[in-house]
DNA sequence: GTTGGCCCTGAACCCGGGTTTAGGTCAAGG
DNA sequence: CCTTGACCTAAACCCGGGTTCAGGGCCAAC
């Protein structure tokens, strides 16, 4: 892989994601601090690959923090796949749940535009659940 | 319906929520401020019932602000069908949003399970879609 | 008559996920 | 030479949704 020694803007610009966004990441070790040109942060293509590694996961769900176990297991040399599962084990009530939720409130929005209730304390459909 | 004069601390107690929040919320002014007696707040159970209303709607999904714009609609005798109508055809793309990402979460978080890879930064699951 | 329990207020604090700001360095270009 | 633009740092600030704290009141029971 190319050494293309990248500037923290071009990082950005490539991941699409603000530049103070990075130097956050790498505060919280989501991303390990890059090597530096005269005071500057020199990346690599990995960092771009990395945060958007970390972009899919935070899509997925998962905190800033839960992203850094997983990163920190993989920066370790431990075997990924151990860490993801428990991780996943522990993660999917809670997007089941969400879902649930969601797809609820879905349903709730379709009926909500039909119901001709006066007000919303009279609503049923607001009726505690 | 019963004059029954709550406490704050009942109210909080058969609404399931904190005495604490109870007063966010009426600062925020999703609740009326109560009648007072001796400075004390009095609810009756009305206000129960609006606590269970705006549970419901946290639930489904919509902010403090959002609920704010509700009850003022009914507490100003605006039929409640009007906003609400106007807030779901607003709220229906970002909730069908995030059903859609919980579902791909889902999904992923199955198939990491499987995924034997090394490092996280290899594993082909993450890379961004 | 003081102890305990619930209530009151405003203001400060917490978390997550960043952004903004103030003040400073450096290289290139007109 | 001096301005412009990209970079650097630490620290402050933003939002939402509350919680916690400090300091005080009021009433009933012992």
Redesign the pocket.
């Known amino acids: 892989m190319a050494e293309a020694t990248l500037?923290?803007?071009?990082v950005?610009d490539r991941a699409g994601?603000?530049?103070?966004?990075i130097?956050?990441?790498e505060r919280r070790g989501l991303l390990p601090e890059p090597e530096?040109a005269?005071?500057?942060?020199r990346y690599t293509d990995a960092a771009v690959q990395r945060l958007g590694v970390i972009g899919a996961a935070?899509h997925a769900g998962f905190?800033?923090?839960e992203i850094g176990v997983l990163l920190s297991s993989t920066d370790a040399g431990a075997p990924a796949h151990e860490q993801l599962r428990a991780l996943a084990s522990r993660k999917l009530p809670e997007v089941d749940a969400l879902i649930e939720r969601a797809q609820a409130m879905r349903n709730w929005l379709f009926v909500a535009s039909e119901c001709g209730c006066e007000t919303l304390d009279a609503c049923a459909l607001l009726r505690p659940s």
Chains 1, 2 share one sequence.
Request: no cysteine.
């Open positions: 500037s923290i803007g071009e950005a994601i603000s530049v103070s966004a130097r956050f990441y530096r005269g005071g500057q942060r935070k905190s800033l923090d």
